[in-house]
């Protein structure tokens, strides 16, 4: 970091003033060494399935952990959109592929942490008023994922969310 430096555009950058000219080298090296040898908490991996007939549906989590490092695995082909945000997944495919019956589908790994023996993992299903979505998670046994449940939602509810809620034990989702 030098004084007086400009960029390319006649904008002079911000020096570091009062720090010495590495003094930005040392404060990035002290926080690098305070990620690597930081104790993060353990987690879980759960793979999500997720196919639906319908135009659009979310999964969220709801409570039971918190949903970190989501991956995603696969998206059919017949997608029109799949997104992943902080504790929740959307998938979503043409409104005329929906009403024909087609299916859209895709698998995302995330890790669960904060998981306490006894709770119950509990997550929400929305999608839109045509076909069914089907939700399927797995646990990771021996670095296979197994089948913990599957729930299949084709049901109307009149609140305008269209949705419906279900939930695992933590001791069954987690298990090794």
């Known amino acids: 970091a030098a004084t007086g430096v400009t960029d390319g555009f006649g904008l002079p950058y911000s ?3 009062p720090l010495p000219p590495d003094g930005y080298l040392r404060h990035t090296a002290a926080w690098t060494d305070r990620f690597l040898t930081t104790a ?9 399935r997720i196919e639906t007939t319908s135009d659009w549906t979310t999964v969220r989590l709801r ?25 929740h997944v959307g998938l979503n495919q043409p409104l005329a592929r929906a009403e024909a019956g087609h299916s859209a589908a895709l698998v995302l790994d995330v890790h669960f ?10 997550f929400v299903i929305e999608r ?13 046994r021996s670095g296979t ?10 049901g109307w509810t009149d609140d305008g969310r ?11 989702l987690f298990a090794k």
């Open 40 to 48: 993060w908490p353990g987690s879980t991996r759960v793979r999500i």
């Open 145 to 154: 994922p197994v089948v913990v449940r599957t729930i299949r939602w084709d």
């Open 113 to 122: 942490s904060d998981r306490l023996s006894g709770r119950t993992v509990e």
């Open 15 to 17: 020096d570091y003033d």
């Open 63 to 87: 409570s039971g952990g918190r949903w970190l490092r989501p991956d995603l695995v696969s998206v059919s082909g017949t997608a029109a959109e799949a997104y992943l945000g902080d504790g």
């Open 128 to 140: 839109g008023g045509i076909g069914q979505t089907m939700v399927e998670i797995s646990s990771f």
């Open 162 to 172: 269209n949705a419906t809620a279900f939930g695992i034990p933590a001791r069954e």
